[in-house]
């Protein structure tokens, strides 16, 4: 079963809003999250690490006022896409390790699609 | 600096068929690599991952991959392709962050 929640699965808005998603870990401890960006038949583009008790580590070019990134348990990160235009259209994925089990993959979400009109 | 590369775009295959995905790595230090799945408007998948031991790691849906060292690779294969097999596959290396090859779609027809 899935051991990372992605809520929502599809997002469609307008030009202007704020979308907020969510990444939760199920049933492990994840004091470090990833976000990542996928634009179509291209591969994944870390965006940040979302570090909790913590600021998040955002890659170059990423903005941080845009992209905010909040990780206040050891189960949930969570993505604001602020006043979101059109550019900002892509599929969004977070991921998370079990820090406890350092050899374990990373577990991902199964995405949001986000849709901005 | 870690990397990998994915030299093929698209990867077609008849059913039955072997089925190889290639990816070569860059990195310094003992790697962790690993292979995921992508179906379309889903995350990824974990297939198979290589830490240390066998350089055969055996994996998920009859995938296996073989860890060389001297030739930087780790290549992905099958036996047998299904239909079901067609989907985005990625080929990553990991120091803290995963980082991922551009993907190969692979096409599996019946």
């Known amino acids: 079963g899935a051991v990372v929640s992605q809520h929502p699965s599809r997002v469609i808005c307008k030009s202007g809003t704020s979308v907020k998603i969510e990444c939760r870990s199920l049933d492990f401890q994840a004091t470090t999250m990833f976000w990542y960006r996928q634009f179509p038949k291209q591969s994944l583009m870390l965006m940040a690490t979302?570090?909790?008790?913590?600021?998040?580590?955002?890659e170059q070019g990423v903005e941080k006022d845009k992209f905010l990134i909040n990780h206040a348990s050891l189960t949930l990160s969570t993505l604001t896409v602020t006043s979101a235009h059109p550019e900002d259209s892509s599929f969004y994925i977070c991921s998370a390790r079990d820090m406890a089990r350092l050899n374990q993959p990373q577990h991902f979400g199964d995405g949001t699609r986000l849709s901005i009109l | 600096a870690q990397s990998v590369a994915q030299p093929e775009d698209q990867v077609n295959v008849a059913e039955g068929n072997p089925l190889t995905v290639k990816c070569t790595y860059s990195?310094?230090?003992?790697?962790?690599l690993f292979w995921y799945v992508q179906y379309p408007n889903r995350g990824l998948q974990f297939l198979l991952k290589y830490i240390t031991g066998d350089n055969l790691v055996k994996g998920s849906y009859g995938f296996e991959a073989e860890f060389n060292k001297s030739q930087t690779s780790f290549h992905l294969k099958k036996p047998s392709a299904l239909v079901s097999d067609s989907a985005l596959y990625f080929c990553?290396?990991?120091?803290?962050?995963?980082?991922f090859g551009a993907g190969t779609t692979v096409t599996v027809r019946a």
């Open positions: 979302s570090n909790e008790g913590s600021k998040a580590t955002y």
């Open positions: 990553a290396v990991r120091a803290l962050g995963l980082s």
């Open positions: 990195v310094s230090g003992n790697p962790y």
